[in-house]
């Protein structure tokens, strides 16, 4: 297990490569990534293991897991995981929190059903 900066740019963040489960049994790597974690509020996995089973396992580092209630979203393997994935034909639009946002806009986010998110949702959307 390697851990870098994200890019000498940033002072956030922190990026680890080759972690592999047998790392995840030792107390010394579970607690340097979650100091890591807390130090710099963003750890980037790369070039490790990443089957589902790892996933939880190094999920678990972080603290006790919970279910998603939305069952339609649940790993087929693993009910500790949840798949996030976009729906539609246009990869560009982002929903999040009931507003929408199409990459080509630069006007910020709309509301769905019309406004900008900062009009209350009051204005129609051209």
């Not at 509020?41 to 089957?51: A, K, S």
């Not at 019309?114 to 959307?125: E, I, L, Q, S, Y």
Request: one cysteine or more; glycine letters at 14%; a negative charge.
């Amino acid at each position: 297990m390697d851990v870098n900066g994200l890019s000498e740019s940033l002072v956030f963040g922190r990026k680890i490569t080759g972690l592999v489960a047998a790392d995840l049994g030792d107390e010394s790597i579970v607690r340097e990534l979650r100091d890591l974690w807390v130090r710099y509020g963003l750890i980037v996995f790369r070039d490790g293991q990443c089957d589902p089973d790892f996933q939880v396992a190094l999920s678990r580092c972080f603290g006790e897991l919970q279910v998603h209630a939305v069952k339609e979203m649940l790993h087929p393997e693993r009910d500790e995981l949840f798949v996030a994935k976009g729906g539609g034909t246009d990869s560009s639009l982002l929903e999040a929190f009931g507003y929408t946002r199409k990459s080509e806009r630069k006007s910020g986010l709309r509301r769905k059903g019309g406004g900008d998110a900062g009009d209350g949702g009051t204005k129609p959307t051209p």
